[in-house]
């Protein structure tokens, strides 16, 4: 079949306007679900999946892909208005978004995420278009030695967003680290600091931890001191992103989006660690590197850059491999089961239609997002002119119910208050919170690839430098443990 | 207010405590735990006999996904809810029988439950690459007297864990401790991959979770445990290969509540599930998946799952499986 064949059999199935208008209401859905602080883009997509289950296979799909690329962008409108980010992978997105809403620039710094957003969706899906089948093989040469070596060199990021002190920065994640140890040990099955209380034994919730982190640490600094903001300079969103602040960050935004898609083909990373990548890369390689975590419109566009770029590249190894990337492509998989469809290389012969009205589909949907995330950055960003006094208790309330409704457990709005104490402890310390989040996603990776390695091996830490990937990865990170070094010794001791 | 208007506040007032009398079991919402996540095996099933199973209770059923710790996060949710009806569980047989048959420390036991159905079965398979070069049993236990074999699981506990360690046993592999290696993983899928990839040798799960690799030629599949042959699975069963004894390691899933569920409520769960396995496109959607549709009364239940909870733990203590910890 030729490509103008596969292309018109995709047409017909897509040419509908139910499957536009699910694209269409799956991006509001995901854009609104991912901007409420708790609801994040994972829960948007698992709580529209039963609606899918009497749609057509294509609508029902691209329903989901609507709501999961909406949700990535939806959750960089919190993160820049009111600091918490809406859905983890938009966390990186706080570090310059936030700043520069405090100086008054909401708008521009919102536009920037939705164009950074959108390049990189664009990119992500001609990746996945064009270099499926590539990169879906590359994908699966990466077994637990060479995800060892790829998780160490990401770990060299909390040098990036440690701030001022890269002291204080590895407290941050050292912390991080202890934290993520709780719960069930991957290879004995036993109880980790769980204190025999059953709600530990899945370690601590993920959102929670994040919400608490970023969210309740603002609030618990407003209820101390509820007059300090006063008289500071806030409010006025409505600056906009002009043409050369989007020209200025464009390598950024490419570099941010071929991150976000080499992470996203592989599948056990997810967006999160993508965003902090990118972000630290355009920072290490930008001449004001200094204005980077105080206001950056390019840390902004490479954070949002991304974590988007991942968003069309998970779907590599889903419908090459029919292997999920992470827990919202587990979940959009399952709607694949539900019509019986099988995802995997013989999709691309027996369902040729469907793979093209799904490409077809992820086109068109870059172009929704931008319309839908226009009308979103104009309806969202007055709440930036909302009086914090006003808009604390209200962002309070969202945070504890969202918390709650991921697994309708209270013990986790408990862990949110904790972390929240935690999180505000190191906020007068002046501690990142940066390198916390980094470690508490990354160290059970680390430690579970090199165990498994490990069992892989007998034993033998020969396996961990098994092949060119697992070298290359070891030689950057050397480079970079070396450049940072090198960065410390530059600045004069005070 | 009226004489009259307080006779007839009197009147409803007296039909609403009688109604509250004689009202029966379910008089509201019934809220159902997912104890794992959207997507994933036990969810699809069991949203796909919500509907049917609404209409026959009557009342809506609220669907929650509480996950965490393979299923034990959302079990304790429902061991410690009121046993009144209003809170049942999905339960499956990683969190029901797999889970503690091996763990001394989770906070339950079968015990804690009471099962008023089963009505899903999942034949489960073992399968391996392509590249490995391995194509039946006989070539795998070769290749474990060599040495170097590997499987992979969704975890320590885990259904495809036990299973692979029950075949490799069935098989007269001596050690199955030593001789070959576990390689956990996180998830189902990532199992899968592990496979996929090259970081284990084989997989043995339940078959709908391996049907797609198979029919895209990924993995080929070795032995299924059922006996009868399983769609799409170009393997032998487990009869065929004279291991009539596997045929106990199935998938399953079921409805149960706490323990103390009266016994009236238990009856009423065995009569809409008998109504609801009725609907056919519920059974349609269950089969193509490959589901075996196997409607267990609350008796039953209770015996099936206690049945292979038996063989999973002498299995488990005989090769030392035990997770004390």
Redesign the interface.
């Known amino acids: 079949m030729s490509l103008a064949d596969s292309l018109m059999a995709g047409l017909s199935v897509v040419a509908s306007f139910e499957a536009f208008f699910a694209l269409f209401a799956g991006i509001c859905i995901g854009v609104v679900g991912g901007a409420i602080p708790g609801l994040s883009a994972t829960m948007a997509?698992?709580l529209t999946?039963?609606f899918t289950?009497t749609l057509q296979p294509i609508t029902g799909i691209l329903l989901l892909l609507g709501v999961y690329k909406g949700g990535i962008f939806g959750g960089s409108i919190p993160a820049i208005l009111i600091k918490t980010p809406g859905t983890p992978a938009s966390s990186a997105t706080i570090l310059d978004g936030h700043p520069m809403a405090e100086k008054g620039e909401a708008g521009r710094a919102l536009g920037m995420a939705l164009w950074a957003s959108c390049t990189a969706d664009v990119v992500s899906n001609l990746a996945l278009i064009l270099f499926a089948g590539w990169l879906a093989s590359f994908a699966?040469?990466?077994?637990?030695p060479e995800f060892f070596a790829l998780i160490l060199f990401s770990l060299t990021i909390i040098a990036g967003v440690s701030g001022e002190s890269l002291l204080r920065g590895a407290l941050s994640a050292i912390l991080g680290l202890l934290l993520a140890t709780i719960?069930?040990?991957?290879?004995?099955?036993?109880?980790r600091f769980t204190f025999g209380d059953?709600?530990m034994?899945?370690?601590l919730?993920f959102i929670a931890v994040l919400i608490g982190l970023f969210a309740i640490p603002e609030i618990i600094a407003m209820a101390w001191n509820p007059t300090a903001h006063l008289g500071k300079a806030r409010s006025l969103g409505h600056t906009k992103v002009s043409f050369a602040d989007y020209r200025r960050s464009f390598r950024s935004i490419i570099r941010g989006s071929l991150i976000g898609v080499f992470l996203g083909s592989i599948?056990?990373i997810g967006a999160a660690p993508s965003a902090f990548l990118s972000y630290s890369e355009a920072r290490r390689k930008s001449p004001n590197r200094e204005n980077f975590g105080k206001g950056e419109i390019e840390g902004v566009a490479a954070s949002e850059a991304g974590n988007n770029g991942v968003a069309g590249a998970t779907l590599i190894p889903l419908l090459a491999?029919?292997?999920?990337g992470d827990?919202i492509t587990?979940?959009?998989?399952?709607?694949f089961?539900?019509h019986?469809l099988?995802?995997?290389?013989?999709?691309f012969i027996l369902n040729v239609d469907i793979i093209y009205g799904l490409f077809i589909g992820l086109i068109v949907s870059s172009v929704f997002l931008f319309i839908v995330g226009s009308v979103a950055i104009k309806g969202f960003r007055f709440v930036s002119d909302v009086p914090k006094r006003i808009l604390m208790p209200a962002v309070l309330v969202l945070c504890i119910y969202g918390v709650f409704a991921v697994?309708?457990?209270i013990f986790d709005v408990g862990v949110m208050f904790a972390m929240g104490w935690v999180g505000y402890l190191m906020m007068r310390m002046h501690i990142p919170a940066a390198p916390f989040l980094i470690a508490f996603i990354l160290g059970p990776l680390l430690e579970?690839n090199f165990r498994?390695s490990m069992?892989?091996s007998?034993s033998d830490p020969s396996i961990l430098l098994r092949g060119p990937i697992t070298w290359f990865f070891w030689a950057v990170t050397i480079i970079t443990i070396v450049a940072i070094a090198r960065n410390i010794r530059k600045i004069p001791r005070a | 207010m009226t004489l009259k208007g307080t006779s007839v506040a009197f009147a409803i007032g007296a039909v609403l405590t009688a109604s509250a009398a004689v009202a029966e079991y379910p008089e509201r919402p019934i809220n159902m735990i997912i104890p794992y996540g959207a997507g994933g095996a036990t969810d699809i099933s069991a949203r796909t006999i919500a509907e049917p199973l609404g209409n026959a209770v009557g009342k809506p059923l609220v669907m929650a996904n509480v996950t965490g710790a393979g299923g034990a996060t959302g079990s304790v949710a429902v061991q410690n809810a009121k046993p009144d009806g209003y809170t049942m569980l999905f339960a499956r047989v990683g969190s029901h029988s797999v889970n503690p048959a091996m763990k001394a420390t989770l906070p339950y036991t079968l015990d804690d439950f009471r099962f008023v159905t089963v009505y899903e079965i999942n034949p489960a398979a073992c399968a391996v690459s392509p590249s490995s070069g391995i194509t039946t049993m006989d070539a795998l236990i070769a290749k474990v007297n060599e040495g170097g074999v590997s499987y992979s699981s969704s975890g320590v506990g885990s259904f495809p864990h036990l299973a692979s360690a029950m075949v490799m046993s069935e098989f007269g592999v001596a050690d199955v401790m030593n001789d070959v290696t576990h390689i956990p993983q996180k998830g189902g899928g990532a199992a899968i991959t592990a496979v996929l990839n090259g970081t284990a040798t084989f997989v043995c799960t339940n078959s709908s979770s391996l049907a797609s690799f198979v029919a895209n030629k990924q993995l080929i599949p070795l032995l299924v445990t059922t006996s009868e042959p399983v769609v799409g699975f170009d393997a032998p069963t487990a009869n065929d290969l004279g291991k009539d004894s596997l045929n106990q390691l199935v998938g399953w899933t079921g409805i149960a509540g706490p323990d103390g569920l009266p016994d009236d409520v238990a009856e009423k769960w065995g009569a809409w599930m008998a109504e609801a396995t009725q609907d056919p496109q519920f059974t349609e959607s269950m089969t193509a998946r490959g589901s075996v549709i196997r409607l267990m009364d609350p008796v039953e239940a209770n015996e099936f799952i206690q049945g292979q909870y038996n063989v999973f733990r002498k299995l488990v203590d005989d090769l030392g499986m035990r997770i004390e910890g």
């Open positions: 997509v698992a999946l039963p289950f699966l040469s990466f077994g637990p719960g069930l040990d991957l290879v004995y099955g036993t109880n059953p709600n034994m899945g370690g919730n599948p056990g491999l029919g292997v999920p827990v587990a979940i959009i998989i399952g709607a089961m539900i019986g099988q995802p995997g290389p013989m999709m697994n309708n457990n579970d498994q069992l892989m007998g």
